[in-house]
């Protein structure tokens, strides 16, 4: 069984920067196209990011463009959310998540595994 573990989340001010882990344990993420996801309080969950299983396919929402970069550790199992630039709007609950192929979705439907999730406060 595949568990995941979100943590790096915290209080950031604007502008600042956060590094999100995803790591994995129980299998191997080699095979697995990972997602990131945020859900505000009142909103719908929202796809942020996602990234292959090879690594090879990244995507983003137009909101994060050029601030937040994905990648993948395989040596640590684990996947990581770069976040730059950080705004008062990317303040949220952060999960990732995984989905047994190669190709990766922004939305959480196909997604089979879930961490817990890690909050992430923009604020001055």
């Known amino acids: 069984q595949l568990q995941l573990v979100e943590s790096g989340g915290g209080l950031v001010q604007p502008g600042g920067s956060l590094r999100l882990s995803c790591a994995a344990s129980?299998?191997?993420?080699?095979?697995?196209?990972i997602g990131w996801f945020r859900q505000a309080a009142g909103n719908e969950r929202e796809g942020v990011s996602c990234?292959?299983?090879?690594?090879?396919?990244?995507n983003y929402a137009d909101s994060v463009k050029g601030r937040f970069t994905i990648s993948r550790d395989k040596a640590n199992n684990t996947v990581y959310l770069q976040m730059n630039s950080l705004k008062p709007e990317d303040t949220a609950v952060y999960y990732c998540?995984?989905?047994?192929?190669?190709?990766?979705?922004?939305?959480?439907?196909?997604?089979?595994?879930w961490g817990q999730g890690t909050q992430v406060t923009v604020s001055s």
């Open positions: 129980g299998l191997t993420l080699d095979y697995y196209a």
């Open positions: 998540a995984a989905n047994l192929d190669y190709y990766c979705s922004g939305y959480p439907e196909p997604y089979d595994y």
């Open positions: 990234i292959s299983s090879t690594g090879g396919i990244t």
